[in-house]
């Protein structure tokens, strides 16, 4: 069983990222949980307020979910005609990202809209979600997505630790494609101390799994890593691209490389993520 979250900061219609959420859990035979979180009242009172403001903000926080908490039914309803066999959905009220990275736990997959008009509108903010967060994320792009398919899937590979973890967790959506491209770029040594005889082999992996890919060999900069991945895998006219997150703690803030940067912010497709 695969499970997958999908977060919505709407529950009277369900957006685009949530749309493809279920069709991604339809087509994997997977349940799907959708996640609703709220702030705290407390950051909504301002800090010199009178007992009636701070009695008015409880009690619209307390509508807001009992509002939320109702859409429940609606949910998995909506859910079911997509085709999704077990969905459920749960209410939070915290910080968004502390939630999602709490509740990611319980699940293999978390699906993310990239909407300047949400949470996300800082760059920062998906980012070190993403980084953060444990489970490989599916990125939905602005861009209107007719259905979700798995048919012709591209993987970044550059031999590192990030990029061996985005493709192990994407085995059981590979499994479902009818044409993979490996995009071969320069191997990154993240290893440099240890060395193995024979170096892992990523055909053979995949080949294990029922996966055969068409190779690739990329040749740029690093400063365009980015770029021509997405030029490749738009080229390939794929569905779905898979590639390692790479980023480092810098003072507690997160620094994405230029590649996963690039790809999180103008990829015109699906873009899984795994740090």
Not at 97 to 112: E, F, G, R
Not at 124 to 131: G, M, P, S, T, Y
Request: charged share 15%; with cysteine; net charge negative.
């Amino acid at each position: 069983m695969y499970d997958v979250l999908v977060n919505t900061i709407n529950f009277e219609t369900w957006p685009r990222g949530a749309q493809y959420g279920a069709q991604l859990a339809a087509l994997m035979q997977a349940s799907l949980t959708g996640a609703y979180i709220y702030p705290s009242p407390l950051y909504a009172t301002p800090s010199f307020s009178t007992p009636e403001l701070i009695t008015a903000v409880i009690d619209t926080a307390r509508a807001l979910e009992a509002s939320a908490l109702a859409s429940r039914q609606p949910f998995v309803a909506w859910a079911n005609s997509m085709g999704v066999e077990q969905a459920s959905w749960v209410v939070g009220q915290g910080q968004l990202s502390d939630a999602l990275v709490q509740i990611a736990t319980w699940h293999d997959l978390l699906v993310l809209e990239r909407n300047p008009d949400w949470t996300w509108a800082a760059p920062d903010d998906l980012a070190a979600l993403i980084l953060a967060v444990g489970v490989p994320c599916i990125v939905v792009p602005p861009e209107p997505i007719r259905t979700a398919t798995l048919a012709r899937i591209a993987i970044a590979w550059n031999g590192s630790p990030e990029a061996i973890r985005a493709v192990h967790s994407a085995l059981p959506l590979l499994q479902q494609a009818n044409e993979v491209l490996l995009l071969r770029g320069a191997p990154k040594d993240a290893y440099q101390e240890v060395s193995w005889k024979p170096p892992f082999d990523i055909d053979a992996y995949l080949g294990r799994h029922g996966i055969r890919v068409r190779p690739q060999d990329i040749a740029c900069s690093a400063d365009d890593a980015g770029k021509v991945l997405l030029d490749h895998a738009g080229r390939f006219d794929a569905d779905l691209l898979v590639m390692g997150a790479y980023g480092r703690s810098r003072f507690s803030e997160w620094a994405l490389g230029g590649a996963t940067r690039q790809a999180l912010w103008n990829a015109r497709l699906p873009v899984l993520f795994r740090h």
